[in-house]
């Protein structure tokens, strides 16, 4: 635009930059019981000093300082690389007291202090800890304690057995991989311990040797698979067809084994997204916003899509991106949002038509999430009705994101589904329809405004594994608009602070071949708003939002 014109918005990502990677060798170590092999993920580390910013912890902490992680419980099992006793965090290297960890060795024994007798430190561990919840660079800087086992005995005392963890971790951060042939009971177990306790599992996405198949545990339905974005790895589906990674988020040192600090972001972020909900930022109900489908869900639709994301019907997560690429600012922009009920539930015919329903009314925001139950009989299928007016004549975009869990001790999942509806023709939009996930995911870089009804359709069949499922909704429809006033001489412009991630672009001409170049002046976040001062001297220039692939 020019100085006090309308506004010019881009949708545009730029091209995937490809680069050079250098390999790291894996070290395999045996579990003692069940035959079960994990593998280490093991890389150089190099901090690269824009990560928070990359993941919306920077504008987060501008904009809420106190979201820190504080009063959340986590733990983080690690595997030894050289020394089979290797496996505990130094708290001086994460800037951390020694009295926020509890240690649990490979024979089971429990201990507190640092150094101590159950194991030895790990550069690994280190390195993970301090982008979780690290003093210097983590997400999470401020969780009320930490539980570093050594991944042995935490899988075959307490996951394999169902017992509950030493302390009650709501997010457990794990960077290894179980041998193939060992997935299912591995994901088993994983899938009904948290569908039992409400644990949340984040493990890094990654192959045996980088060709194998994805492995377990970050494959199982219930947890959050974590991708290191900008690697190489052998991206999703699993072997049974569905997608994974989740989510992913930075590679730091761009190697394969980066992919277990990528995964500390996303534990860090989750740790976050649980202290906000239990302080009540997403209403009164903080059991359903920090229940695991919920913090899920969100971490999901706050994601941003890189270039070259792309999903089917069938497939709601890039192979490669999962959702996208984590920004915590936005899921807990979502969050606050506040939980929003569907406003009508109607039922069809099993595999019949489901076109919108008669109600005239609309969800009061077009940001936030719901938890909530919904349910079938054999030759029935039952849909809850979001609705939602995009009014204004701009352009949106948006993004849905639906979670359920596979059920404990059940061997496959009910079938949920995700549509969008036009209401003024009842035309179908888009959907999300996936036969093996427990994730639907649809996403629109421009839809026109208008009046919509996003679905969630539950099949109805004989084979279904209950009548009942409960499952956790998060959206977010959104236009982003610059102003441009003159104040004191200067041009200030201005745009939401949510979402957040883009950037403000300047050309001197619309005529081609158009330049866009970042504008370099600081903004500054002023009553939810980026604002940018420019002098009034510079002449004629056009401005845009642009989002980058990052």
């Keep these: 635009m020019r100085m006090g014109d309308s506004v010019e918005f881009s949708h545009k990502s730029c091209e995937f930059l490809k680069i050079g990677l250098e390999v790291y060798a894996l070290c395999i170590t045996d579990v003692m019981k069940k035959g079960i092999t994990l593998l280490f993920l093991a890389g150089a580390f190099s901090l690269q000093a824009g990560d928070l910013d990359t993941i919306g912890v920077t504008v987060l902490r501008q904009v809420d300082p106190t979201l820190t992680g504080s009063g959340v419980k986590v733990a983080q ?93 709501r997010v457990v951060n794990q960077s290894f991989i179980f041998d193939p042939a060992d997935e299912l009971v591995a994901n088993t177990n994983y899938d009904d311990y948290a569908a039992q306790y409400g644990t949340i599992f984040v493990s890094g996405i990654a192959g045996a040797n980088n060709v194998e198949p994805i492995c377990a545990p970050g494959t199982c339905y219930n947890g959050i698979g974590v991708g290191a974005y900008g690697v190489f790895y052998l991206p999703g589906p699993t072997t049974d067809g569905r997608c994974k990674p989740d989510i992913t988020a930075p590679d730091q040192a761009q190697v394969p084994g980066a992919v277990s600090y990528a995964t500390a972001y996303v534990s860090g972020s989750a740790a976050i ?41 069938a497939t709601p997560l890039d192979a490669r991106y999962g959702a996208g690429l984590v920004n915590i600012f936005n899921s807990w922009k979502q969050l606050k949002g506040g939980k929003n009920a569907f406003i009508e539930s109607t039922t069809s015919s099993s595999g019949g038509a489901h076109p919108p329903g008669p109600n005239t009314n609309n969800e009061p925001t077009l940001a936030g999430w719901d938890y909530n139950s919904i349910s079938t009989t054999p030759t029935q299928d039952r849909v809850n009705h979001y609705y939602f007016n995009l009014s204004g004549g701009y352009v949106f975009a948006l993004t849905a994101t639906l979670v359920w869990n596979k059920q404990d001790g059940a061997a496959n999942i009910n079938n949920l589904n995700l549509f ?40 109805g069949s004989a084979n279904q594994i209950s009548t009942a499922e409960t499952y956790a909704l998060a959206f977010e429809m959104f236009t982003m608009q610059l102003s441009a006033r003159l104040t004191n001489g200067n041009v200030v412009i201005s745009w939401p602070v949510a979402p957040t991630g883009f950037q403000l672009q300047s050309a001197a001409s619309l005529n081609p071949p158009v330049s866009w170049t970042a504008v370099p002046d600081t903004v500054l976040v002023t009553n939810s708003q980026n604002v940018v001062t420019l002098s009034a001297g510079v002449g004629n220039q056009y401005f845009r939002l642009y989002r980058p692939a990052f």
């Excluded at 007291?97 to 790990?122: H, K, R």
Aim: with cysteine.
């Design 77 to 169: 099992p690690e595997a030894p690389y050289t020394n089979p006793n290797e496996f505990e965090v130094n708290p001086a290297s994460v800037g951390q007291p020694v009295s926020l960890f509890t240690y649990i060795s490979t024979n089971g024994g429990i201990v507190t202090g640092y150094p101590n007798s159950a194991g030895v430190e790990s550069g690994h561990a280190d390195t993970v800890g301090g982008n979780f919840y690290g003093i210097d660079h983590g997400v999470a800087t401020n969780v009320s304690h930490v539980d570093n086992y050594a991944v042995d005995n935490y899988f075959n005392h307490y996951i394999y057995h169902g017992l509950p963890l030493v302390n009650p971790a």
């Design 273 to 313: 997204l649980i202290q906000a909900a239990n302080r009540g930022d997403g209403g009164a109900n903080t059991n359903a916003a920090d229940d695991l489908r919920t913090v899920k869900a969100l971490l999901l639709n706050g994601a941003i899509k890189p270039g070259g994301w792309t999903n089917g019907e």
């Design 420 to 459: 969008l509806y036009n209401t003024a023709n009842s035309n179908l939009v888009m959907c999300s329809t996936s036969m093996v996930d427990n994730v639907e995911h649809v996403y629109l870089p421009a839809l026109a405004a208008g009046r919509y009804d996003l679905q969630v359709l539950k099949k």
